[in-house]
Each structure stands twice: as C-alpha cells, then as structure tokens.
C-alpha cells in the first residue's frame, strides 16, 4: 500500500512552501501571531528587532495587510529600505547620500500611499462621501509628488518652498467625463505637514509608516538618516514609524552629536523576536507558536494549488510525524527562527520521502536535515581562519564537552563583543535571558546564550563528539535543561587564547556602541 505521505500531492504541497517572507503574494494569511499586531496598532514609533529570518518582513508585511485588510480609519504602508539604497550613486559624500536617501524615502510613501488610495477607490461606491476625500488626498499626493520631482524644497530636511498647486488629472478613474482639478494655496511647509493635510483630507485617523530592512544603510549612514526621520516625522500625532531591523547591526543615536532617534525616547523597543521565540523560554508556547504556522502555511498551498487534501488541524498534524517528540525536536532545532523552521521541515520531509522504510518523519530526519542547514545555510558563511569561527569553535569544546549542555553564561558587556555579535547575527548563537545574575558573582550581570542546535548535530561523527555522543541515543530527542542549572556555567571572552592579550583588553564594546540599550538589566 502506498504512503499517503508520499504521494505526488504530498511532495507538491511541501515543495510550496515558502519560506521568504519577500516572495510571497501574501503575508497575513500564513502568519501565526504572538499578540504583535496589537502592540503595533497604535501611534507609537515602535522597533522590532530580530535576526535574519525571525519574521521581521513578515511582521511588517501581516501588520500593514492586517490594517488595510478592510476600509478603515487607518492606512499602512510597506518600505523596503534595500530599494533606496540601491539608487544612490557611492562617490556622494556620507551627508550627500543621507540627504538623497531622505527624499527618495519620502517619495516612496507618497507613491505607496497613492496605491492604497487608488486601491480602497476601487473598492466604494460611486459618488460616496469617503471616495471625494479620497480624491482630494490623490491631489495632494500628486502634487507632493510632482514637488519632490522638482526639487522645490530647501536643504533643510523636511521643509517645502511656496507653492501654488496647478489642475491635476486623476488617471484610473471615471469621473462623469471631467477631469479632477483642485487648486489650492500651500501655506504649510513641512514633509510632516504636508502628509498630516493628506491624511486629515482622506478621512484617516493613522498613517502606518512600515520601515523594513534598515541594515541597507551602512553604520554610519543610520543615525543620518534616522535624524532626518526624527525631525521629519517623530513629532507628528498621526504618523507612526515602526522599523524592523537587525538588534547588533543598527546605529541609531549618536550621543555625542545628539543626532539621530534615541531609544527609549524617541523611539521604543517593545518587541524582540530573537527572544520571545525562543523554546527554552517556554516549550509549550514554541510548540503551539510553530504548529500554528506549518498548519497556515500547509492550508495556504492546499487553498491555492487546488489540492485534494483535507486542510490540516493541531490534531491532524500528528499525521505528518513518528511521534510528539518529533516535532518538538523540530521546534527545538529551528532555535524560534520560522524561516530555519519551515526549511528544516522541507528536508527533514526529503529525508522521509527517501527512507523506504519510513511511515512518517521520525527525529533522525530531522537531524539530518538540521546538519544539512547548519553546513549549507549557517557555518558556510564563516571564514575557517576567522576569529569568528575560533571564538565558535572555542565555545564548542568548552561548553559542550565540559558542561555537557548547550547553554551558558557571559558577562553582559562581553555579549556586545563584536565576534559573539558576528555569531548571534548568524544564528549560531542565540540570545535566551537577559540579567541573569550567578551565585558565585553576585551583583554581577550575565547574559544566558545557547550554541545552535546544528553545532551539537554536525560534531557527533568527529572524534569531539564521541564525548558528548550519550546526550543522543537513536531516535531519542535532544534533553530538556533547566536554565537554573546553568548558573556556574561562565564564559568568558577574555580567556580565550586566539586573542593576545591587548586585543582580550579591547573586546569590550565602546562608548560608541553603548549608546543603543541593547540590553536592560
């Protein structure tokens, strides 16, 4: 009798998942929410920090659908910060390219916010209330947008020349044979001005201003361009930043020129996707968060390919796996990062489709398909000469083979060390707890920080992981530890022997970098 499992329907639905929040058509409909779409609905100027693959674009993807999913008081739009970065020649000064990049930005949202407009026109009734505000505010973006064109602004950020609007044609839409005109005197001189008349005339309450990929910009260029935000935009009631970004790679303060959005203050931290997905953090609440987005993801292909399957529950997703401890070793070796968690699941199911004797995914697939990753997607981009890598390898004949576990402790400001920052950036390390303090140390602050579940897979067959092989027996799941056992299990990069002694003298991070409140004790 033939697997179901291993039918070409099967193999078809699998292979659609997509994992790259980038390239689907939606978002909203595959997102499993932790309760971050309310904390972004409001008028606040929010970070949401996580690494590569945490859900950042999916995010600010789901928010943005989430708030214009129906014709309400609010609109919301999408930036990709990768497109203006590209479209600035590099021979530009630094203050150059901060200045370009602002007005390229500003352009975006006027054009992106024009589409929303046009979109939410084409859903209203004709000669409706709400669709001549609509027109008025299409005028108005036109005329912004024709101002940026050409250059009718001075050199300070945000700030417009006089200008009379001239008629204006609205393409796309029938208006009974006449053109929509509309002239009006423009006292008001600022970007911030201009949007709020725009939203003020559209009838909306909140314009949702959806910043993704703000690493594009370079270190130095983020506090220039995030000034700019902040005199720009900061002050305004009605628009909202929220900006997704990478924790150790974003610069956006400089305190000794006051320059750029402070966080805290002009800014605010309130969702960390590298920590809050975290299994060790709370297993029950991982398995339910990434259950929750395989069954969407699942349903979504079986929707829109046509599939003859029954959609999928909780109950039914059993189905798919040997057991429950399959799919929490799954869970676990994702390391709360859904992109590594839908790729392992795609070739832990290779692994299965090929394994003749396989009735369903068992945990030897799993690592299989978790080795593969870490070589492929994680440890092949590191430099085997590096002092990245070192620092790594160093980390795994200490922590694994003397402690026999995964996790350990480091001093808080040595997290900020720029090889432990390389290493948590690539999801080789991963940020648990934050304040931690040791019995042996007390007063002392550490951070709890956990070796990637690949590092532990990919050294069993070397002649190190002949030490640590007990941890694993056949099939039997990686175990479960308690973070209070780990309080004595101190790191330090300071003893390292790959740095002389002047360079464990500079390891820890400088004023420079102290200025963003990476981590609150």
């Not at 339910?288 to 069954?295: D, E, M």
């Not at 969407?296 to 109950?315: A, E, F, G, R, V």
């Not at 990062?337 to 995914?361: G, H, Q, V």
């Not at 304040?435 to 070397?462: H, M, Q, V």
Request: charged fraction near 30%; proline fraction near 2%; hydrophobic fraction near 35%.
């Amino acid at each position: 009798m033939t697997n179901k499992l291993k039918t070409k329907e099967y193999q078809i639905l699998v292979s659609d998942i997509e994992f790259r929040s980038e390239r689907r058509e939606v978002c909203l409909s595959v997102y499993e929410d932790l309760g971050y779409l309310i904390k972004l609905n409001d008028n606040k100027n929010q970070v949401i920090f996580g690494r590569r693959g945490s859900g950042k674009t999916h995010l600010l993807g789901s928010f943005v659908e989430y708030v214009n999913k129906e014709i309400k008081k609010d609109i919301a739009i999408y930036i990709d910060l990768k497109d203006i970065a590209n479209e600035i020649v590099q021979e530009y000064t630094i203050d150059q390219k901060s200045y370009f990049y602002f007005w390229e930005f500003v352009e975006k949202i006027a054009v992106k916010l024009r589409e929303e407009i046009i979109n939410r026109l084409s859903m209203l009734k004709a000669n409706s209330i709400k669709q001549k505000k609509l027109y008025k505010a299409i005028v108005l973006i036109d005329n912004l947008l024709t101002d940026i064109s050409e250059e009718k602004f001075n050199t300070i950020t945000g700030n417009f020349k006089n200008i009379e609007n001239g008629s204006i044609k609205i393409d796309g839409f029938s208006d009974g044979g006449k053109r929509a005109k509309e002239k009006k005197q423009i006292k008001k001189k600022s970007t911030k001005d201009r949007f709020e008349e725009i939203i003020k005339i559209s009838g909306t309450r909140y314009l949702f201003i959806a910043i993704d990929e703000w690493i594009s910009f370079k270190p130095d260029m983020q506090p220039r361009f995030a000034n700019m935000l902040n005199k720009a935009f900061i002050n305004s009631k009605v628009i909202a930043l929220k900006i997704g970004t990478i924790k150790y790679r974003t610069r956006f303060y400089l305190s000794k020129k006051n320059l750029g959005l402070e966080l805290g203050s002009d800014i605010f931290s309130s969702i960390d996707l590298d920590i809050n997905q975290m299994w060790e953090r709370g297993v029950e609440k991982s398995i339910k968060f990434f259950s929750g987005i395989l069954i969407k993801h699942l349903n979504y292909s079986i929707k829109k390919l046509k599939l003859k399957l029954d959609p999928y529950s909780k109950s039914k997703l059993n189905y798919l796996f040997a057991s429950d401890k399959a799919f929490v070793e799954l869970v676990k070796a994702s390391e709360g990062i859904p992109r590594d968690f839908l790729n392992i699941f795609k070739r832990s199911y290779d692994y299965f489709l090929n394994d003749i004797k396989a009735k369903k995914i068992t945990i030897r697939h799993i690592k299989s398909a978790v080795s593969d990753w870490y070589q492929d997607d994680k440890i092949s981009a590191l430099d085997s000469s590096s002092k990245v890598y070192k620092v790594l390898e160093n980390l795994i004949n200490n922590v694994i083979i003397q402690y026999k576990t995964k996790q350990f402790i480091l001093p808080t400001e040595e997290t900020a060390n720029k090889e432990i920052q390389s290493l948590i950036d690539l999801r080789l390390l991963h940020l648990l707890k934050q304040g931690w303090s040791s019995k042996g140390t007390p007063g002392k602050r550490y951070n709890i920080i956990s070796i990637d579940y690949g590092a532990f897979i990919a050294i069993l067959e070397t002649k190190i992981g002949k030490e640590v092989k007990q941890l694993w027996s056949g099939d039997d799941p990686l175990p479960e530890v308690n973070l209070r056992d780990i309080r004595r299990k101190e790191f330090s990069i300071k003893d390292t022997k790959i740095f002389k002694k002047s360079e464990r003298e500079d390891l820890k991070t400088t004023k420079e970098q102290l200025i963003l409140p990476l981590f609150k004790t």
